[in-house]
């Protein structure tokens, strides 16, 4: 099988480890099971610096999902409020952590105790914020940080001021591309002292904003610019607060469907899943329901997710779910995620056409008792209810980004 060895994607890496399994199920299916967990236990550290009422706190906020307002969100307001290194857990995520850190230069973190102080060497990445113009001392921390190979991004936040100031002043000539470009170049010539090429984001840092200017770039950078270990791990572990890490989190939950087709295809579970076509498939109904689950979570489609949407967007929550009923794929009311999975299993009819000939053949050279069938029956459910919920999702997220913009005045 030197065609999985060479591919470096998780299921590829993760059925190479199979073969520490051959003919023991139950070993394969705990192997299984801990690397489709392992993501939530890998430690994400990232730091939020700058002075004070940059926009920090509020940008931690959004890029968590929340609002200042909400249950768990960092206080944000106009009189000087991060005096301490403070973290942020990612709700329901508890592996990724946003640092709140005071800007270099101020009394209490003067430059020669800074890095000491923060504890520089846990972080990911470090993000360098600003409302106005960069300052020498930030231009010492990302040297700092670029000495000691850790990654960095300059932020620019309240580009929506600057935008609604402009519309304000100039509303014949208003140009957004125009007034972009030239805070853009702004920055780059304050930055200048750098001993290297840097890249700015221009953000607004409100939960209407993350999906405007750059913030989607500035989300989609914390994965991409990340150890290839760690990938997986902070595309899952992030909340899908714009389109681009949404895609990212398909691609990752894609790559996840060989790992759990696998489980099934083993262990040959005792309950039988009756097709439409009348065929009966045995799978293991629990672990291929978790994994819809997450799906569905990863998604920002529970209940809990949608409210919130409707919410923010001021969109009433029958809407948003509406968009299910277009794709044929919501949840009936009060129907366990257990429940929905058996009910489209037992309409789905598997297509020949896409199947995995090549790890088919090394799972079955690695187990005996491997049914293809259920192989075939979990790998193709799996994608059809991955790829209908991002559907919805992708919709759902349209929908409320719409709403946003509107609200937005820019
Ligand atoms: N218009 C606009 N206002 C923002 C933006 N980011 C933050 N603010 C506002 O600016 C004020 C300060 O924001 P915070 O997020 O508390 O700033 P901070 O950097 O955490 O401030 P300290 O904790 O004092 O260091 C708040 O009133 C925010 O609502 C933005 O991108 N656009
Ligand atoms: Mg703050």
């Known amino acids: 099988m030197t065609e999985l060895a060479k591919d470096p994607s998780f299921s590829s890496t993760v059925l190479n480890g199979l073969k520490k399994s051959r003919n023991d199920p139950a070993n394969a299916t705990t192997y299984l099971k801990g690397k489709l967990e392992a993501w939530q236990k890998v430690e994400l550290n990232v730091a939020v610096t700058g002075n004070s009422g940059v926009g920090k706190s509020t ?20 009189v000087e409020t991060t005096k301490e290194v403070k973290a942020y857990v990612q709700p329901g995520q508890e592996n990724l952590v946003f640092w709140d850190l005071p800007g270099v230069g101020t009394p209490l973190f003067p430059r020669q105790t800074y890095l000491q102080k923060v504890d520089w060497e846990k972080y990911e990445f470090f993000l360098i914020l600003t409302s106005t113009r960069f300052t020498e001392n930030d231009i010492w921390l990302a040297e700092e940080v670029h000495k000691a190979h850790k990654r960095f991004f300059f932020v620019r936040t309240r580009i929506n001021n600057d935008l609604l100031n402009e519309k304000f002043d100039y509303p014949d000539t208003y140009d957004e591309a125009k007034i972009l470009a030239k805070i853009r170049k702004d920055c780059t010539d304050n930055l200048s002292g750098l001993s290297h090429e840097t890249r700015v984001f221009l953000i607004g840092g409100r939960i209407e904003h993350r999906q405007r200017w750059d913030f989607p770039q500035l989300s989609i950078s914390l994965v991409r610019n990340i150890d290839s270990i760690k990938r997986q791990s902070m595309g899952l572990s992030m909340v899908a607060s714009c389109r681009e890490v949404l895609e990212e989190k398909y691609k990752e939950l894609e790559d996840r469907i060989h790992a759990v087709a696998t489980m099934s295809a083993v262990r040959r579970a005792p309950l039988p899943a009756v097709l439409s076509a009348g065929i009966t498939v045995y799978f293991d109904k629990q672990s291929v329901s978790e994994e819809v689950k997450t799906y569905i979570d990863q998604m920002n489609l529970t209940e809990e997710k949608m409210s919130t949407m409707s919410d923010i967007a001021k969109i009433p929550v029958d809407e948003l779910k509406n968009i299910f009923t277009s794709y044929d794929i919501s949840l009936k009311p009060g129907e366990s995620v257990l429940k929905f999975t058996e009910r489209v299993s037992r309409d789905f009819k598997p297509s020949p056409k896409g199947r995995d000939e090549a790890v088919r053949k090394f799972l079955k050279s690695l187990f005996t008792q491997f049914s293809e069938d259920t192989y075939d029956h979990v790998k193709g459910l799996l994608e059809h209810i991955l790829n209908s919920l991002m559907m919805v999702a992708l919709e759902v997220f349209a929908k409320v980004e719409d709403a946003l913009k509107r609200q937005s005045g820019v």
């Not at 940008?59 to 106009?78: E, M, Q, W």
């Open 59 to 78: 940008f931690i906020n959004t890029i968590r999902g929340l609002r200042a307002s909400d249950k768990g969100a960092a206080p944000v307001g106009s």
